[in-house]
């Protein structure tokens, strides 16, 4: 990074724009930018010298772009700010669609940079040209190509504004190499102007308070802003007050736990325990969140996990949820007192290591404000359930179910927030799409804590094909849902990318590798655990 | 793999199909199917357990989807007949789109199938439903959701045909899951017509002939079949009688080499060396090859590397290349003796390694009948130069820029062709991409030897930097295109993946790595080469 002090090369580079790309440069870090990640090729060239004369950008390099786009998701859930991406071409792009699939539905604002062949070049159809539209469509709130130098600057802006329009979207931005490196003339478009979530509507909380103070049997769903230290301390007084109860989405963006707030856990994943937690009561109110349903379709078993007669809306997924829990709370008279859940750590038996004793023995070492990026169920859940009792903490999930979204994601929320403790709880198999993960959090040195669930395995298809009906699974079943033969070596692989690990299977020796890993604060960590 | 008798087996399933999984596989198999790359996912779960009950297609589990569709082009590319690949929904397919790039401008068949959420279910907007035909279109030749049980033979079948079209494409089938386990009835709906190449045109060839025997100076480009001996032999042949010039295209999916052919090299990679090779001749005749353009647009230098006043077509990329290029021998009264280069081997200087000593040694140690995979400039273009006097080998190149796609290729191959020793040289920023290869090559057991460049920079991106005029790179330039701090340790993530491997940064080291590996026919071996 230069030393130099920004404001004056910020004035001298506007002075001087020669080049396109360091125009979009400056549009971006106007409108917020401040982290590129990045996996640039031959037409991004002119961007990546543009990152050294325009400050204010810190360039992360991933070797692969679905490290940069989960990256970005997990930047974009920290800090509400969205982080660029540079991508090389369509096949650039089309290897960071799982993880933009995954920020989409966090709904997480994220700026995608592509560049494409000079304008003038595309007709020829070369080996790189491919669709681009069509494939960013599917992932992206707006897709716009550059059409001239002269529109850099506006479309850079509008492509933040709507990123940034509640309740978050992605952008994805189109930028032949040729006006990257020709003399653009700036514009002063404007900073764009931010909306944020909007404001609750006072006519559907009273809606809601008056099936409460009616005595109807309720249960609430939270996702977004709902689920804020804020919204949660509002749930917790309404359901002290009135008997409610209160979920989660089952994959929440973001959510804060622990230290206090009250146990607000997931809706369970399986429809028939899903639709058993949200009852036959009388209403189910959805509060910046979407109707709930099934993962997936199972004959015999409704795709609507709730009746939608049933349902009510508090806030929608672009209003203040939070606010509204607050405004409900008063309309019903709930006590102020704080309610929530006492700290305190678990007595951990010393004794081989299973998912639930993993949850609790990560839940005992969270120091304050850690942030835990959890992917894959074996683990996942038990952590999340354990943890209501740990110190304050923040949870990003897969919302998207892409796999390969919980390594990138913790990077991404390390290079947010550096004063935090990041921890990823990931499973075996979702980690090796993104492996190239690792390599960036040792080479930014990023104190990220993984914890690889080691059960050598894709147990939830095993579970799925159970499902299925399948009693005994055949030699190719076998081999398409196990993991071994050879089993990855994490130590080796961890080693390899300059990552420090070690294994454990018991629970003494997971609380030992955890404690080595916090005092290591000069990069990542790895910890295999090896599950029976 | 199940050991009874394919055709009593087959028989018995046919009879009790109960499954429209099983169809598929049945009519896939019938059209020629006999492996299927995958990366499975809950909505695949009926055709996962019906691999297992339809017998003769052979399962390939990927841990990421682009060493799936990566894998898929090498096997076609080396039997001509389409692989499966089975891939999860939207996102998955995703992770597969830049191989199938590749495989795209490889024109090589391959036919997807995608699973998809439950016919009923997908209109509730699951958290892995997305817009897959967008997705698919890019690089499809055919785009398919099967819509009823009654299709899914008729649309399998279908598929094939698409794909194998000459010169071949990819066939895209989302299966909805609910289809995959309902009962289906077989309806017999016949093999698929395979169209091979057509003949060639014989006014094409006599216009062609007229030129040469009117003193032209000609220059050929050669693709497709027309780099099979048959048509190698045929334009040397040519080219002694005539003083034509040939060259192959510069990323051809295939191409024959060594082993007495004549030396027909690769045109450049840089369009002014390329349209210096290309001359200021006559005529430039394309034979199963498209005009050439320039990789990527420079200002100043033309798109088009062949004025197209200047171009004529032998044979198109449907037509037989390879029997026009006979023609054409025949009508310019060609010498019939054999016309190429003498097998040799290179002296070699025991030094530190370089580019140039990279491809002398890796020719002196190619067995007879070797397949080379060759993704990365630094070491690819000085081996090809190399390897016309080595013993006869196939050359199988990244046809489409999108990178990762050298170790797949291998992979697939290898799987094609048990018998021939495959070797991947490739360079180490691209392997990067899809570096889960190695695991799959390991629990296959496929003695593919991978030979790293390990230079800890990507070449190509600060060779365009400096085209682009940057003198000195900046911090975050500098980055951006280096793999240091840290360096990959190659050993250790081989060996992460149960994979040998071994380092060498001396000529000696190397030719003793390779004898080393040569002998180790039980798996895969990787040699990491240090370039000074």
Redesign the interface.
């Known amino acids: 990074?230069?030393t130099a002090n920004p404001a004056v090369l910020e004035t001298s580079v506007a002075d001087a724009v020669t080049t396109g790309a360091e125009l979009m440069l400056l549009a971006a870090r106007a409108a917020g930018a401040e982290v590129c990640f990045?996996n640039?090729?031959?037409?991004e060239?002119?961007l990546?010298?543009a990152?050294?004369?325009v400050p204010g950008i810190r360039?992360v390099?991933g070797?692969?772009e679905?490290v940069c786009t989960g990256a970005a998701d997990g930047y974009g859930r920290m800090t509400g700010k969205p982080a660029l991406t540079l991508l090389h071409?369509?096949?650039?792009f089309?290897?960071g669609?799982?993880n933009l699939?995954?920020a989409r539905?966090a709904r997480t604002p994220i700026v995608n940079i592509v560049g494409d062949?000079?304008s003038?070049?595309v007709?020829?159809?070369?080996?790189?040209t491919?669709?681009i539209h069509?494939?960013a469509?599917?992932?992206s709130g707006m897709v716009r190509t550059i059409e001239s130098t002269g529109d850099i600057e506006s479309d850079t802006l509008a492509a933040f504004q709507s990123a940034l329009r509640a309740p978050g979207s992605i952008s994805t931005l189109v930028f032949p190499?040729?006006y990257q490196?020709h003399h653009a003339p700036r514009r002063d478009g404007g900073l764009p102007s931010v909306q944020s979530r909007r404001s609750f509507q006072e006519t559907r909380v009273e809606a809601v308070a008056q099936k409460l103070k009616a005595g109807k049997s309720v249960v609430f769903l939270l996702g977004g802003g709902a689920l804020s230290e804020r919204g949660q301390r509002a749930a917790g007084r309404i359901g002290a007050s009135t008997g409610a109860r209160f979920f989660s989405e089952t994959?929440p963006a973001r959510t804060e736990r622990g230290g206090r707030l009250p146990d607000i856990d997931r809706l369970p994943y399986f429809p028939e325990k899903a639709i058993e937690q949200l009852g036959t009561g009388d209403v189910v109110v959805l509060v910046e969140t979407i109707t709930p349903?099934?993962?997936?379709?199972?004959?015999g078993l409704p795709?609507?996990l709730v009746d939608e007669r049933r349902l009510m809306t508090l806030a929608d997924v672009a209003e203040c949820g939070d606010a509204a829990l607050e405004r409900l709370a008063e309309l019903v008279g709930a006590d102020t007192s704080e309610v929530g859940v006492p700290m305190s750590r678990y007595a951990i038996p010393e004794c081989a290591l299973d998912p639930a004793l993993v949850g609790k023995v990560l839940s005992n070492a969270l120091p304050d404000e850690a942030i835990v990026s959890v992917e894959g169920g074996t683990c996942g859940y038990p952590f999340v359930t354990a943890s209501a009792s740990a110190a304050r903490h923040t949870i990003l999930t897969n919302?998207?179910?892409?796999i390969?979204q919980g390594l990138p994601v913790a990077l991404g929320a390390a290079i947010a927030c550096p004063e935090r403790r990041v921890f990823a709880l990931q499973s075996d198999?979702s980690a090796?799409?993104t492996?190239?993960s690792l390599?960036t959090m040792?080479?930014e040195r990023l104190p990220v804590v993984m914890l690889i669930t080691s059960n050598r395995r894709y147990g939830?298809?095993q579970t799925?094909?159970r499902r299925?009906g399948?009693a005994e699974?055949?030699?190719?079943?076998r081999?398409?849902?196990e993991?071994d033969?050879?089993?990855?070596?994490?130590?080796?692989?961890?080693?390899?990318?300059?990552v420090p690990a070690v294994r454990a299977s018991t629970t003494r020796e997971l609380e030992a590798a955890l404690a080595t890993a916090l005092v290591h604060t000069s990069g990542p960590f790895l910890i295999e655990m090896v599950l029976a």
Do not use: C, K
């Open positions: 990074m230069e990045a640039p090729g031959t037409t060239m002119p990546v010298a990152l050294d004369t360039a390099l070797l692969f679905g071409l369509g096949p650039g089309a290897n669609i799982a699939h995954n539905r062949h000079a003038w070049h007709q020829y159809d070369a080996p790189l491919s669709d069509s494939l469509r599917p992932v190499v040729d490196q994959f349903v099934a993962y997936f379709g199972y004959e795709s609507l919302t998207g179910g892409a390969g198999g090796q799409y492996i190239q390599w040792a080479r939830i298809l799925e094909l299925a399948s699974f055949g030699p190719q079943a081999a398409l849902t993991l033969n050879p089993a990855f070596d994490w130590l080796a692989l961890a080693s390899g990318y300059g």
